[in-house]
């Protein structure tokens, strides 16, 4: 599952696998990142985190966005760093669990057909037209309660797409404002108490852009699969290993986004900083 932001969208310690049995268990979770198309993923990651880039030197920034700026924010989101990062959680995460059954299912022909079509519709949204449309599309699907809406909203449900992605959109959040405090950006009386009151009171609105954002991606996503085929899908979810292998991918990419999060926040206090001077 593609936690998003991948879907996207986990643990068993790693002090628990014998050490003879890493080297194996690390070409095995090599093997299944490429098999969910983390790859794939992680440059798309990076061409949205670039727009969003712009977007914030626009609103934060006295003098906006310029060439310098742009580098910073290209280095924050490298991918191989990115990657790596992802990587090593997730691999941590699954250590000691079934990853033979997820990659049964991922190396399956339901499975990379999944794959594919996540990647392709992550990397579609980026064209702000096809991302209205979408939504546009989830609202009238749930409006109508239609059935391929249910299957979905069950997905949706067994993988706990909402809570998970509200959380780390909120831990993100925090850690931007960290890192605009630590860069000595943010006015006097701002601290962490009063930074993390204001994350909290953003909850609604990220919950309600979460849920229209999890369900115009997926019913966009999944619009070509037959009924059986997801539903393959959410009967691997409910499994301990889908179970399993949906917490890694969130602890993965949650502690990626709180770095990078952070990162921009310094990024940012810097820049307004020195354009204030």
């Known amino acids: 599952m593609i936690r998003f932001a991948a879907p996207l969208v986990f643990a068993v310690s790693i002090v628990a696998v014998p050490l003879w049995a890493q080297p194996a268990e690390d070409a095995k979770v090599d093997t299944l990142l490429e098999a969910l198309g983390m790859p794939e993923l992680i440059e798309i990651m990076r061409l949205e985190g670039l727009a969003y880039g712009e977007t914030l030197a626009v609103d934060m920034l006295p003098n906006g966005p ?27 995460a699954v250590a000691g669990d079934d990853i033979d059954a997820m990659l049964a299912f991922f190396t399956s022909a339901p499975g990379e057909k999944i794959v594919g079509l996540e990647v392709s519709a992550r990397r579609a949204l980026l064209d702000e037209a096809v991302e209205q449309a979408s939504k546009e599309n989830a609202a009238i699907a749930m409006m109508d309660q239609t059935p391929r809406y249910q299957m979905v909203a069950e997905f949706v449900e067994v993988n706990d797409l909402i809570e998970a992605n509200v959380v780390g959109a ?5 850690a931007f404002y960290t890192g605009l405090i630590d ?95």
């Open 66 to 92: 310029n060439d310098q700026w742009a580098m910073a924010v290209s280095a924050i989101y490298d991918t191989q760093t990115m990657y790596e990062e992802v990587r090593g959680a997730f691999g941590e």
């Open 170 to 174: 909120l831990n993100s959040s925090y």
């Open 183 to 277: 860069g000595g950006a943010m006015p006097e009386g701002v601290t962490a108490d009063t930074a993390l009151q204001d994350v909290w009171a953003q909850e609604p609105d990220v919950r309600n852009e979460t849920t229209e954002w999890v369900y115009s991606f997926l019913l966009m996503a999944y619009q070509p699969l037959s009924d059986e085929e997801l539903e393959a899908y959410v009967d691997f979810s409910k499994t301990q290993a889908g179970q399993d292998m949906s917490d890694a991918l969130f602890v993965a990419f949650d502690g990626m986004f709180d770095d990078i999060s952070r990162g921009l926040g310094l990024a940012s206090s810097r820049f307004m900083i020195s354009q204030e001077l």
